[in-house]
């Protein structure tokens, strides 16, 4: 479930939130879910390895006139400027996203609102922008976004993915920049994890959960593309909608 919902446009917090109400579950062991989002970050990780390859071989030229002008460095600053934002929010904010957890009702709302921004994606602006034309602006937007998608029942990557579209970048670059936008996102969130670790004692079913996680994570990595490719993301959106108001109802 996880390595399914963290990268889908369906909100993987949305997910955990409506399973432990629908079952009167207690959230996983913490070292199970530190386990389980590194298996996520390890998929992004090896999804765009040609593009994380190509940001690390362009890093000791930095300075160099000749690669002022790289794509890959222009990425990876666009990525260190919109992870500031979201960054921001999540220290001063997060203790009040997190007590949204025990409000399924609530969050039914808010995976009504991922719908919302996913169907309304139909008709976001095709101005078709690269990484050339990609502004700090944009990076800040997405950032905020990615942010505001602490809140459970938003969709990190719905929000992230349609305010690329909104913004008018291309599909592949704003399914691009939304996923490696979240590699500092869940390792900072991983590290705050691990930091409140006592010693595991059941770590078998923690690394068998990480490789599921890994593998699915993949595997929905490379579904999503394909769908934002196509211009079909909007799609999720009447998934988004259904969940949404079961939840609202059984709360």
């Given at each position: ?13 949305g ?78 904010l ?35 922008k ?19 998608a ?15 579209l ?55 990595l490379?579904f ?28």
């Amino acid at each position: 479930m996880q390595g399914l919902t963290e990268f889908l446009p369906i909100s993987s917090s949305g997910h955990l939130v409506f399973f432990q109400s629908l079952f009167g579950m207690e959230g996983p062991h913490l070292f199970f879910d530190v386990m389980v989002h590194f298996g996520t970050l390890l998929a992004v990780l090896i999804f765009f390895r040609r593009d994380i390859s190509n940001i690390a071989s362009d890093l000791p030229t930095l300075f160099k006139k000749e690669k002022r002008d790289s794509q890959h460095l222009r990425l990876l600053l666009w990525i260190i400027l919109g992870s500031i934002p979201t960054g921001l929010l999540g220290v001063f904010l997060g203790d009040w996203f997190e007590s949204l957890f025990s409000k399924p009702g609530v969050v039914g709302g808010m995976l009504l609102i991922t719908g919302l921004i996913l169907y309304l994606t139909r008709w976001a602006k095709k101005e078709e922008k690269n990484i050339d034309k990609m502004t700090w602006l944009d990076a800040i937007l997405i950032g905020i976004a990615q942010g505001i998608a602490i809140t459970p029942g938003i969709s990190r990557s719905g929000a992230t993915i349609s305010t690329g579209l909104f913004l008018g970048l291309n599909r592949e670059l704003s399914g691009k920049f939304s996923f490696l936008l979240s590699v500092p996102a869940i390792l900072g969130a991983t590290l705050l994890e691990a930091r409140k670790m006592g010693m595991a004692t059941e770590t078998w079913p923690a690394f068998l959960g990480m490789a599921a996680a890994f593998l699915v994570g993949l595997f929905s990595l490379t579904f999503l593309m394909k769908v934002i490719r196509m211009g079909k993301i909007g799609s999720f959106s009447y998934y988004c909608f259904g969940l949404g108001i079961l939840m609202i109802l059984l709360s």
